[in-house]
């Protein structure tokens, strides 16, 4: 079973990617591209939907299909791949989405837990061989950011400052 970071704790995913051993599953994330490709066969399905966005997706095409969504997963395949951080913004900021977003892939190191969770990001699949305690205390290790981020993390010195 598979276990991610959500909202600062280390949780078992009740998510399943289309393909794994998860017949019948109520939660289910499918790439956009297999989601374009078989639409009829996802409005029909029962159950929670998730999508995955790599990084070449526009934020743009989910517009549409974000009302229905229960989770965005964008990937970061490496820690220099950056786009998943701006559909992160995109996703919280311009299209007002507000169920989960995850971020996933090889490139969700702990070092870059604050600044994901600054694009809005709630959920958190580490790479392989990544500390989950210290990715935890890595979530507020921070507490002041020199520019605005997700409304919902407010650091002091924002905090100072606005009122």
Not at 36 to 54: E, I, K, T, W, Y
Not at 79 to 89: A, F, I, L, V
Not at 107 to 113: F, N, R
Not at 122 to 137: F, K, R
């Amino acid at each position: 079973m598979r276990h991610i970071l959500r909202r600062r704790e280390l949780t078992a995913d009740a998510w399943h990617y289309l393909g794994e051993d998860a017949l019948g599953s109520e939660a289910v994330i499918v790439p956009l591209a297999e989601l374009r490709a078989n639409p009829a066969r996802f409005a029909a399905r029962g159950g929670r939907l998730g999508v995955r966005l790599a990084p070449v997706d526009r934020v743009e095409d989910l517009a549409g299909d974000l009302p229905r969504l229960a989770l965005v997963a964008c990937e970061f395949p490496s820690p220099g791949e950056g786009r998943g951080y701006s559909q992160g913004r995109l996703l919280r900021e311009r299209f007002r989405f507000t169920g989960e977003l995850r971020a996933v892939g090889a490139g969700v190191k702990q070092d870059l837990v604050f600044h994901l969770a600054r694009c809005g990001f709630d959920a958190l699949e580490l790479a392989p061989g990544e500390d989950s305690q210290a990715a935890i205390t890595a979530w507020g290790r921070y507490d002041v950011a020199y520019q605005p981020g997700d409304a919902r993390v407010k650091p002091r010195l924002q905090r100072f400052f606005a009122a």
